[in-house]
Every structure is written in C-alpha cells, then in structure tokens.
C-alpha cells in the first residue's frame, strides 16, 4: 500500500464517524438522567466498582476544581444519550445526590442512600459529611462542576462505535471480560446479548452453575457461561487456544448486522438450550458440574472443563433423551457420574495445558462415547 491509498483508507473510515464536543454540568447530566435522556444500561451500572473513599476522593476533586477526564456517549436515534465511558465518575456524583441504584455493592446502595464523604486526603474537613450537610455555596460548585462530552452522533458507523467503546474501556476499571463484551456488543446489536442474559436467568440453568463462586457471579460469569454453550455448539472448530478471543470474536460475528452468513435461530437455539439444562438439572441438578470424589461422590464445586465437555458432549444424544422418562434421568445420572470417574476424562480435565483443542476435544468426545451407550 502507497501512502496516498493510506492517506486514503484513514480519511474514509474518519467519514463515519462523527462527533461533537459539549461542556455540560454534572446538574444537567443528573437532570437528564432523571428524565430518560441519558441511559445507563442495567448490565453497564452493575460494572460500578468505586469505593466509597475513590468516590469521596472524585467529589473532593469537583470542590476542587481539578480537571476532569472527559465522558462519552452515544447519540441515539430518538436524540437520547447513552453512556459508554464514565461511569464511575457519573456513578459517584449520582450517589453523592442520593439518585444510585447500585444493589451489587457492600453494602448495597439504594436510591435515597446519600454517599458519606471519606477518606478524602486533601481536605480533610470533608470527612463525614453528606452532599445535604455541605455549605450551600459546595453545593451550587458541585452543581455546576462541568466536564467535557464527547458525543458520537447518530448516524455514526455502527462498527467503528463499537471498536470506540472497545478501546475506550478495555483495561478500564477491572472489568471481566464478559462485563466488557455485553457493553460493548451493544454498539452493534443488542440481540443476541440480551438473549445470553435471558438464558443465565433460566431456572434449570441457574441450579446446575449455582456452585459458581460470588465473585464469578459478579463477574458475569454466569452469562459468558451461557455464551461458552453456544459457541462451542456451533462454532466450536474455529476454538484455537484464547478462550476469551474465540468467544468475543462468535458474540461479534452472531450480532454484526453485515455478517449474514452467521444466522442464529433464537427458538430452536432455545428450545435446544432449555431441554439440557433440564435433563442435567434433573439428573444432578447443582452437581452438573462438580468433580468425582471419594466413593464415587459428586462434589459441590464447579469445573468449568466439566461444563464444556458435557453441555457438548449431550447434545449428540439430546434428540433421544426425554426429560419426563425416569429411567432417562437415572440413565443419564449414572453415565454422568461414570464420566467424571474416567481416567481419560479426568487427564483431560485437571492440570494446566488443557485450554486448547486437543484436550477440549478429547472431554467431548469421552462424554460423546459414554452417551453412546445409553440405551434410551
């Protein structure tokens, strides 16, 4: 490539974007956040971490007229703002004025709940002090504390929106790679990532991974769970070695509107979906996915190897099993438990090195030759 066709490949994507530049005050955000006029998805609020001391720290900045790092957000088609970089900082002023609904946090924060300052090392004065104890003139400097918005406005190509987002916040504010994607897939189409959280809430669902730890479940893990069946059901080929790379790049390829040749059948992806989940969940129910112990005892853990190879694996036998049969689920449970207990199953489930295709085709297939004996 010369340099006129680089000169020109920069100046057509620079086309598709395009921006503009608001200094607005934090009272004017509040305000049109009250009002519906900038949106803060459920599953990007749950990403607010601050503490109540990086809080306290922020507002103690706005008093002091230090400056602040800019905010972004999208322009949608009805002329709404939504919120895709700034999140702590928007989150903490709404707690300082008692408008955060952040039930994720310990302690929880409900609206109403008025952040108490602390921690603050600069003035130190403002120690224990709520937004409704300040002078009324810190009150009218934090109302009219300005940060500069950068709006990408409607009409924005949808990719290149998202590949911003994806810049903006990846090595943010320790987010799992699950919470980055369901922010940042949105900027495509929020299909199918609203569907993976629809599933994660799945009742059968829900039992067979409850042994998944607290902080997985804050993480999102539940749902990239959910996201790991699909692409291993159907795209499992192109797995190379990074998990998180082969599992953006299919939630990527299902929800990118010029991708037509990955379609995604949302009623029978479900209808397949649900039935597993209830031929596990009656089977072993919260113990899908644990280890074998002693006396051939299933364990209360989670192995996440479990759940690859099984999910997968039970959909060769899927269409023969029936989850109202008894003698179905009996089956099932003995053959899964005699999986778990299989040399060859447990070389390619323990241990380092096994997050690549050869081991992950080899828990497939030993689940995919024990169902094979099944005699339904």
């Known amino acids: 490539m010369d340099n006129e066709d680089l000169i020109l490949s920069l100046e057509q994507n620079i086309e598709k974007v395009h921006t503009q530049s608001l200094d607005l005050s934090f009272n004017e955000l509040l305000d049109m956040y009250a009002d519906g006029e900038l949106d803060i998805k459920p599953d990007y609020q749950r990403l607010f971490r601050w503490s109540q001391g990086a809080q306290s720290r922020f507002i103690e900045s706005l008093l002091l007229e230090m400056p602040v790092p800019p905010i972004y957000v999208v322009e949608s088609e009805d002329g709404k703002y939504q919120l895709i970089d700034g999140l702590q900082r928007f989150s903490s002023y709404l707690h300082l004025r008692g408008k955060l609904n952040a039930g994720h946090l310990n302690p929880p924060v409900c609206i109403g709940n008025l952040l108490k300052l602390q921690e603050c090392d600069?003035?130190?004065?403002?120690?224990?002090?709520?937004?409704?104890?300040?002078?009324?003139?810190?009150?009218?400097?934090?109302?009219?504390?300005?940060?500069?918005?950068?709006?990408?406005?409607?009409?924005?190509?949808?990719?290149?929106?998202?590949?911003?987002?994806?810049?903006?916040?990846?090595?943010?504010?320790?987010?799992?790679?699950?919470?980055?994607?369901?922010?940042?897939?949105?900027?495509?189409?929020?299909?199918?990532?609203?569907?993976?959280?629809?599933?994660?809430?799945?009742?059968?669902?829900?039992?067979?991974?409850?042994?998944?730890?607290?902080?997985?479940?804050?993480?999102?893990?539940?749902?990239?769970?959910?996201?790991?069946?699909?692409?291993?059901?159907?795209?499992?080929?192109?797995?190379?070695?990074?998990?998180?790379?082969?599992?953006?790049?299919?939630?990527?390829?299902?929800?990118?509107?010029?991708?037509?040749?990955?379609?995604?059948?949302?009623?029978?992806?479900?209808?397949?979906?649900?039935?597993?989940?209830?031929?596990?969940?009656?089977?072993?129910?919260?113990?899908s996915f644990g280890r074998i112990g002693k006396g051939l005892t299933v364990q209360s853990n989670f192995a996440v190897y479990h759940f690859e190879a099984i999910c997968t694996g039970l959909l060769s036998r899927i269409n023969e099993l029936d989850p109202d049969n008894p003698v179905h689920i009996r089956s099932l449970k003995a053959k899964l438990i005699e999986i778990k207990a299989d040399s060859d199953f447990s070389k390619a489930t323990v241990g380092g090195g096994k997050n690549s295709p050869g081991p992950l085709n080899k828990r497939i297939q030993v689940v995919v030759d024990k169902l094979a004996e099944l005699e339904p």
Do not use: W
Not at 123 to 149: C, M, Q
Not at 246 to 273: A, H
């Open 122 to 287: 600069i003035v130190k004065e403002l120690n224990g002090l709520t937004y409704d104890e300040l002078p009324t003139s810190l009150k009218i400097r934090l109302k009219r504390a300005f940060v500069r918005v950068e709006v990408v406005r409607k009409g924005s190509d949808n990719k290149f929106r998202y590949h911003m987002f994806k810049r903006l916040n990846t090595g943010g504010e320790e987010l799992t790679s699950q919470q980055l994607r369901n922010c940042t897939i949105r900027m495509l189409d929020s299909t199918f990532i609203d569907f993976v959280i629809k599933k994660s809430n799945e009742p059968n669902y829900k039992n067979c991974i409850r042994n998944i730890s607290q902080q997985q479940q804050f993480g999102a893990f539940d749902q990239e769970l959910v996201l790991r069946y699909f692409a291993l059901k159907n795209y499992k080929d192109k797995f190379v070695h990074d998990v998180s790379d082969f599992l953006t790049e299919y939630m990527e390829n299902i929800s990118d509107p010029e991708k037509k040749e990955f379609v995604f059948d949302y009623q029978e992806e479900e209808k397949i979906f649900d039935k597993v989940f209830l031929l596990l969940n009656k089977a072993l129910g919260d113990r």
